[in-house]
């Protein structure tokens, strides 16, 4: 029963939705530092994890649960140092939402399908 729960696509999806949130929290300081002069700008890189994962070469485990934090690569300094771009990040910030929301809604009917083949 463990295998049903535990198998790539769900710890993908695990891994996936707990690197969205760590995103989410990021992008949130990265605006809420936008005016500090030498800030540079950050985000989560789990996609390349995430396919190795998905693929079943890879498990999520608790030494690396979720994406890295890394300098942002899309960004340039503006005169004071800082590397925040208010329009990168509430795009950025939009695309993690519907992401995340839509991977919780894959579980949720994920979940639904594992329940009615156990209880028939």
Do not use: C
Request: proline share 4%.
């Amino acid at each position: 029963m463990s295998g049903i729960f535990n198998d790539p696509t769900m710890q993908g999806m695990e891994y996936a939705l707990d690197s969205l949130s760590l995103r989410q929290q990021v992008l949130a300081n990265n605006i809420a530092n936008a005016q500090t002069p030498g800030y540079m700008a950050r985000d989560v890189n789990f996609a390349d994890h995430l396919s190795t994962i998905l693929s079943g070469q890879e498990s999520a485990t608790p030494t690396n649960p979720i994406g890295a934090v890394v300098a942002a690569p899309d960004v340039s300094t503006r005169n004071d140092g800082n590397t925040v771009s208010m329009e990168s990040e509430m795009s950025k910030t939009s695309e993690t939402g519907i992401l995340y929301d839509a991977l919780t809604q894959l579980t949720a009917d994920r979940m639904g399908i594992i329940k009615t083949a156990i209880t028939g």
